[in-house]
């Protein structure tokens, strides 16, 4: 049986919005993320980075819909 990776990125040009992005959440909820290798950070604060990356995503989102919510 083969397998699929689902890390393929889908929008090349994303990659670089999405990982600057990273870097600015990290920086305005007080994780020190560094350039390169960040698996020494707790879970916790890597799940923070990503769960506001999402808020900040879903915000992006709505207020660029018609009416303003999904």
Do not use: C, H, W
């Not at 090349?12 to 999405?18: C, D, G, N, R």
């Not at 020494?40 to 207020?63: F, H, L, T």
């Amino acid at each position: 049986m083969a397998t699929s990776n689902s890390n393929q990125t889908v929008v090349p040009q994303a990659k670089q919005l999405l990982n600057t992005m990273k870097y600015e959440v990290a920086s305005e909820i007080g994780v020190n993320l560094k350039q390169g290798y960040n698996g020494d950070i707790p879970a916790r604060e890597a799940g923070r980075v990503g769960g506001n990356m999402v808020k900040k995503m879903i915000q992006y989102a709505e207020s660029s819909m018609p009416g303003g919510k999904f």
